[in-house]
């Protein structure tokens, strides 16, 4: 039984980390194109939503500690992340299809504003993850 909790932390992590990296990169470099990304980020951020929620199940269960408490917070945050992504990335990446040019700039700066928050909630999911096990 343990190969499964190593693999469902191992795609935890490394989902986690290509979803919170490529947001985070995204947040500060606009011109790299976010909606190239939004499927794989979207595809990441579902299993690492999904692969944690078994983690909570194998490590947690019912309990609702100060452990559970902070993980919690950092839970509510990545779900966050992932609806502004789709609200501010997804509607702007359809729209950018058939933009001119002058509203391609605006769709993009929608789309960059979406990652900068993303960015900013996964960080404090990050953060609470972190910290889960030190309160």
């Known amino acids: ?11 935890h992590v490394i989902t986690g980390v290509y979803w919170a990296g490529s947001t985070i990169t995204l947040a500060r470099a606009p011109e790299i194109q976010a909606e190239k990304f939004f499927a794989s980020q979207m595809g990441a951020a579902v299993v690492a939503m999904l692969t944690g929620l078994l ?3 194998f490590f947690h269960g019912p309990n609702f500690g100060p452990m559970e408490q902070v993980l919690a917070i950092g839970a509510l945050a990545a779900v966050a992340a992932a609806g502004v992504q789709g609200a501010f990335v997804g509607s702007a ?13 605006s769709v993009r700066a929608r789309m960059a504003k979406g990652e900068r928050i993303a960015a900013g909630l996964l960080v404090v999911t990050i953060i609470c993850m972190a910290i889960a096990r030190l309160v």
């Open 1 to 11: 039984m343990q190969y499964v909790y190593i693999v469902t932390v191992a795609l």
């Open 55 to 57: 983690l909570w199940h």
């Open 93 to 105: 990446r359809r729209k950018l299809a058939g933009a001119s040019q002058s509203e391609q700039a």
